[in-house]
């Protein structure tokens, strides 16, 4: 976050690896199949970003 309390948005390019088949950004919801924990780490940061948009 920078000073003025504001979110930016940073362009990065993803690329697959040994544990990754399809790479990609998607809806929190069209994911059907997650690792460990990483759905509740994903539905907080969704939350967060929720938030912040107003």
Do not use: C, P
């Amino acid at each position: 976050m920078t000073n003025d309390d504001t979110l930016s948005i940073i362009e990065l390019l993803l690329q697959e690896s040994h544990e990754t088949m399809k790479t990609g950004y998607y809806h929190i919801e069209s994911i059907n199949k997650w690792h460990l924990d990483h759905q509740i780490d994903a539905e907080a940061a969704y939350q967060y970003w929720e938030t912040r948009k107003e």
